[in-house]
Nanobody, 125 residues
Framework: QVQLVESGGGLVQAGDSLRLSCAAS????????MGWFRQAPGKEREFVAA????????RYAESVKGRFAISRDNAENTVYLQMNSLKPEDTAVYYC??????????????????WGQGTQVTVSS
């Protein structure tokens, strides 16, 4: 079992950048593909980005492609989400998640077994 803790959220203005971190404990994240999801008030949780265990395959939601970048440091047991050119519509709680299907990218939240508690990102216009 792996425990995930997100950090790095906050209140920023449109066009600013933030870097989210997801620190894992209990088990090495190299056992998992890792993903980021977000959930805005009144909306369903949606896929943002994911990376396979080795970093060899990465996938992004169309809404963040070209602005966000996911990365992982297996040695540090940490996953990152660099968010640039933030927009008000990026406002949400951002969650880190671990998928035991380590060599594939899956976009459905039901495929991820472990979740962090989330970190709030608020982008003002």
């Amino acid at each position: 079992q792996v425990q995930l803790v997100e950090s790095g959220g906050g209140l920023v203005q449109a066009g600013d950048s933030l870097r989210l971190s997801c620190a894992a404990s209990g088990r090495a994240i190299s056992s998992y593909a890792m993903g980021w999801f977000r959930q805005a008030p009144g909306k369903e949780r949606e896929f943002v980005a994911a990376v396979t265990w080795s970093g060899g395959i990465i996938r992004y939601a169309e809404s963040v492609k070209g602005r966000f970048a996911i990365s992982r440091d297996n040695a540090e047991n940490t996953v990152y989400l660099q968010m640039n050119s933030l927009k008000p519509e990026d406002t949400a709680v951002y969650y880190c998640a671990a998928d035991p299907g380590r060599v594939v990218i899956r976009m459905g939240p039901q495929s991820y077994d472990y979740w962090g508690q989330g970190t709030q990102v608020t982008v003002s216009s």
